[in-house]
């Protein structure tokens, strides 16, 4: 239903530009963000994959600065930075993995 579960369950990036006009948008959630005053408009969610090619976790991101949209140059850093996260996640006892208790 969420952007995240989305992500998860299709196993791919979802980029929302105007997110009060999607249908992932829900008041409770994205307004007043966790009670920051923060409005969500924008979210870029990529997975995060182990060797196997199962999602174990995602990157979000809100609001871009400068209300722009997020570009494809943000999406690709995003990926790189899922990368390197899914080799430090990936094996037992990992310290990244003790941290997340993952």
């Given at each position: 239903r969420g952007v995240m579960g989305t992500v998860v369950s299709q196993k791919r990036v979802v980029c929302v530009?105007?997110?009060p006009q999607s249908d992932?948008?829900?008041?409770?959630?994205h307004l007043n963000y966790q009670n920051t005053g923060l409005n969500v408009k924008s979210i870029l969610c990529v997975p995060i994959f182990d060797s196997a090619h199962d999602v174990i976790g995602v990157i979000e991101v809100i609001n871009k600065k400068?209300?722009?949209?997020?570009?494809?140059?943000?999406?690709?850093f995003l990926n790189a930075v899922a990368s390197h996260l899914a080799l430090n996640m990936q094996g037992p006892g990992t310290?990244?993995?003790?941290?997340?208790?993952m």
């Open positions: 530009d105007d997110l992932f948008f829900d008041p409770e959630r400068e209300e722009q949209q997020f570009s494809s140059r943000d999406m690709s310290s990244l993995k003790s941290v997340l208790r």
